[in-house]
């Protein structure tokens, strides 16, 4: 069980303005984090910052997650179920479900704000460059932590070609279906991209002695809920990355930058898929 708390800190009235941080405590038991945060408030005050009761909040991730009770100044503090921090979705259930729908909706407002720039007479190499610069940008949005379950690329592959229909002004009543990679002269190529940054991201873990690389060996100390579960296992992190080679060999090629970013390269090039 984990427990995580957003805190929002203000300062005086003097610097309240200029300073202002927030913050993620985690802890395994609900005491610990009482302890944890009566500590912060204590140090906070000792500098003339105090403790935004109204934007903080708790959230259990947990397979059933139940309220937990923090105290700040005799007021409970809200349970929530998701909240955004620098710009990502956490949710209870700790999967990027809620992350990928919602990057996905924001490129798409983005792309209907600026619709009269992408479907101009300019030139289709600029145009695709804009989409792949703009669009793309936010709906990748973190996508380096990403667990790409099937039904997420799915997701991420309809909304590429939804960029290339609408760029192209074909609508959904004119049936025309993957024949649009055809006139963009576009293959499918978000989930290389996704993946690519991915491999970047955790090649540059992988090469270092962090504190992320021993969490992703598993090697941090604590307790794990083990219960019988039907169907098979969650799909983890590195899971697409070991699909084709183990976690030794994963290491071992991160040790050399460019072999790893030239294989990864090679393995996940962008996909050509033909219709008769």
Request: with cysteine; hydrophobic share 35%; glycine share 6%.
């Amino acid at each position: 069980m984990t427990l995580t708390v957003l805190n929002v800190l203000k300062c005086n009235r003097y610097m309240r303005e200029k300073y202002a941080d927030d913050l993620v405590l985690l802890a395994k038991e609900e005491k610990v984090l009482q302890d944890m945060i009566d500590k912060l408030i204590e140090i906070g005050r000792c500098y003339g910052m105090e403790m935004d009761v109204e934007k903080t909040k708790v959230m259990r991730i947990s397979r059933k997650p139940l309220p937990v009770k923090i105290m700040i100044d005799q007021k409970q503090l809200e349970n929530v179920e998701s909240f955004k921090y620098l710009g990502s979705i956490l949710t209870n259930d700790g999967s990027c479900t809620c992350e990928i729908k919602c990057r996905i909706a924001m490129a798409k407002t983005a792309f209907n704000k600026k619709r009269i720039l992408f479907t101009s007479t300019l030139d289709l190499e600029l145009r695709k460059k804009l989409v792949k610069c703009y669009i793309w940008s936010i709906a990748l949005y973190g996508a380096e932590t990403w667990t790409l379950r099937t039904v997420y690329q799915k997701h991420l592959e309809s909304f590429e070609m939804w960029c290339w229909r609408r760029m192209e002004k074909i609508s959904w009543t004119d049936h025309v279906r993957n024949e649009v990679l055809l006139r963009v002269k576009e293959q499918r190529n978000i989930l290389h991209k996704t993946r690519k940054r991915k491999a970047n991201w955790i090649g540059h873990i992988l090469r270092r002695n962090c504190l992320l690389q021993r969490v992703i060996e598993g090697k941090i100390k604590g307790g794990m809920e083990v219960a019988g579960r039907r169907g098979r296992r969650r799909r983890k992190l590195l899971d697409d990355l070991k699909e084709s080679r183990g976690y030794s060999h994963l290491k071992k090629e991160a040790l050399d930058r460019t072999v790893w970013r030239a294989g990864f390269g090679r393995g996940f090039g962008p996909v050509v898929r033909q219709t008769a």
